[in-house]
């Protein structure tokens, strides 16, 4: 079982931003910038790719509503998209608040955020939903 498996079926503990029948988004505890939120198909498939067409039809209309609310609460001039996949073997999406091309190097400067910075932030997100 992968950390995001356990982190679906509640057994660690996430700052939950939204959540359907097929996806969970949460707050990165580690993230590259304020707001950055992963979101994660409740089946444990390795790579974006291999999942069923059906998840990737329906992953990015998931992920819209809550990079709108992402832009609004931290005022950056996008928020973007990486998948990556290689610190844990289930796919996800990063996504990330950027301002401008000096932002693209943005998983090489992690943060490391509080527990009471992770809640505002999710409120804060929260909010715009």
């Not at 029948?21 to 990165?28: I, K, M, R, S």
Request: proline content about 8%; charged content about 15%.
């Amino acid at each position: 079982m992968t950390l995001f498996s356990k982190i679906i079926a509640g057994d660690i503990p996430s700052f939950k931003i939204a959540e359907s029948a097929l996806f969970l988004a949460f707050l990165d505890i580690n993230p590259a910038a304020d707001g950055h939120t992963l979101v994660v198909p409740k089946v444990e498939i390795d790579a974006i790719f291999d999942l069923p067409v059906s998840y990737l039809a329906e992953i990015l209309p998931f992920c819209q509503p809550i990079a709108a609310a992402i832009k609004q609460a931290v005022g950056c001039n996008r928020v973007n998209l990486l998948t990556i996949g290689f610190e844990v073997p289930h796919a996800h999406i990063h996504l990330i608040p950027m301002n401008g091309m000096q932002d693209a190097q943005v998983l090489a400067k992690k943060n490391k955020p509080s527990p009471a910075e992770l809640a505002a932030m999710q409120q804060k997100i929260l909010q715009y939903l």
